[in-house]
């Protein structure tokens, strides 16, 4: 299928977020094969290689488990084969909405992740008054269980930033998204400051779009692209209420098109950082 619906998490969320249950139903399935072997936690986690700690947060559905940890389990449980089939429908982001969950999984395993945006900071590199000030910002009215669990859902996912083995992250995003001022002066600033500061990070190049700019590849919106660990490229596009996971090599190739121009426009990343702090120092 090319496309299927999805949701980047970059905005004020859409739709309300639905709960996820697939870690505590992954967890409750490692429990259950593990009884029925006859292991306490702390002996099957000495042959998995984790302790009985992580062994019991992934089966109480607190902790993602990494692929070693799925391996591991599986070799030490049979190899049914079932736990390696469920763990590519896993989702951590009970506070996202339903229809990103599947590019949620995605971004866990990417090896290279590209975000366009237009409309608003992206996810990954909002501050948390930020995403607090575009939550509240887009109706429906949320009370703050809702502000709350989404805006830590958002931040939750910024730990791909620091994942090892690293994610190589391109970012362009347009100039008017720093100026908008959402949240007032203060959210602004400390805005600038954290953009800054990731935009010197290793594997983060971060791109300014500039006001003026009449040549643009970026008309048709924002758009987000990722290489998965065996080299296939997905892509996202957004709308209001939802959005397209792209798996067409043919469409993904018109994506990737869009993205290199996106970069040949926007400014270098040592004028991108310049523009910032003129941007910061102005306030």
Known sequence: MAYESTDSGTGAGGAEPGASDSLRTFGAVVQALREHSGLSREEFGGLVGFSKHTVASVEQGRRMPD?????????????????????????????????FRQWA?????????????????????????????VTESVPPVKDEEQVAKQVAARLERQQLIERTPPIAFSFIIEQALVERGTGGPD?????????????????????????????????????????????????????????????????????????????????????????????????
């Open 187 to 283: 959210v602004t600033r400390e805005l600038l400051d954290s953009l800054l500061e990731r935009s010197l990070q290793f594997n983060v190049e971060l791109q300014i779009m500039p006001r003026y700019q009449p040549d643009h590849a970026g008309f048709d919106g924002p758009l987000m692209l990722l290489e998965s660990p065996d080299n296939k490229w997905f892509s996202y596009a957004e709308g209001q209420r939802g959005g397209m996971l792209i798996s067409d090599p043919k469409e993904v190739s018109i994506m990737l098109q869009r993205y290199a121009r996106l970069r040949s426009q926007a400014l270098t990343s040592e004028d991108s950082r310049g523009l910032l702090k003129q941007l910061r120092g102005a306030l």
């Open 105 to 133: 999984r995605l971004e866990a395993q990417a090896v290279t992740l590209w975000t366009y945006e237009c409309r608003v900071i992206p996810g990954l590199l909002q501050t948390a008054r930020y995403a607090r000030a």
């Open 67 to 99: 692929r070693d940890f799925v391996e591991g389990a599986e070799a030490a449980l049979g190899n049914t084969g079932a736990l390696r089939k469920a763990a590519p429908h896993l989702s951590r982001q009970a506070g996202l909405a339903s229809w």
